[in-house]
């Protein structure tokens, strides 16, 4: 398994409230991707990192930020959580922007 | 955004019965990679095919890349419960850092 942890992997917050979510892996890989997945929307992109501090918005960057200070850790903040952002969030790591992803584990947050 | 046109969205199969599962594409795309995911857990990677036409196994699975470099294909033989799951295809087409994803073909499996 590729090493890749999310945390947290449950969290319940309310509206408004600032969420940060993190994913550190231990694969020394330069791309980190952060991506939503909603039933009937299947995977969406939400900011991807390549490289220490370079990252890019994907599909739906609205209402998040990202930032990556370093190789191994990669955190995806709500600056003020809409129940629209309640969702399973995954992680994903790739060598090169080519080459095949792996995923961490996940994280369901509920905004209520 | 763009997705990729996966078929059929679930199938209910016997146990011992073959599987096959498709993704189609109005882009070309440059690599395909198939995944599997388990409820309550993140997608796993089953195979990747980066040539038109390249055919890959992995156990009872074997994928193939399209010719027309438009579609790719997922086959499961002989299945067995644990492959019950959401599998999905992902598409790659070199013009940015993105995977394209299909919207997942969720299998079920009658012991």
């Known amino acids: 398994d590729a090493g890749i942890t999310q945390s947290p992997r449950h969290k319940v917050t309310e509206t408004g409230t600032p969420v940060t979510l993190r994913c550190h892996q231990t694969?020394?890989?330069?791309?980190m991707y952060w991506y939503r997945q909603d039933p009937g929307h299947g995977l969406r992109l939400i900011h991807y990192?390549?490289?220490?501090?370079?990252?890019d918005k994907g599909e739906v960057s609205d209402g998040y930020s990202v930032s990556r200070s370093k190789t191994e850790d990669f955190l995806l903040t709500l600056e003020s959580a809409t129940s629209s952002q309640t969702s399973v969030y995954f992680c994903a790591i790739s060598k090169t922007d080519e080459n095949e992803q792996f995923f961490g584990p996940g994280t369901r947050l509920t905004v209520l | 955004g763009q997705q990729l046109n996966q078929s059929p969205q679930s199938m209910f199969i016997q146990e011992g019965e073959d599987v096959s599962m498709n993704c189609t594409s109005s882009s070309i795309f440059n690599t395909w990679l198939w995944y599997k995911q388990d409820p309550g857990e993140g997608p796993v990677l089953l195979i990747a095919?980066?040539?038109?036409?390249e055919l890959t196994s992995n156990g009872r699975l074997t994928a193939q890349f399209g010719i027309t470099r438009k579609d790719s294909f997922l086959n499961i033989s002989a299945s067995i419960p644990s492959d019950v799951g959401i599998y999905f295809c992902?598409?790659?087409?070199?013009?940015?850092?993105?995977?394209?994803f299909g919207g997942g073909t969720r299998l079920m499996v009658k012991p």
């Open positions: 694969e020394n890989h330069r791309y």
């Open positions: 095919l980066y040539k038109a036409g």
């Open positions: 990192s390549y490289g220490v501090k370079d990252t």
């Open positions: 992902a598409g790659h087409n070199n013009a940015g850092n993105m995977l394209t």
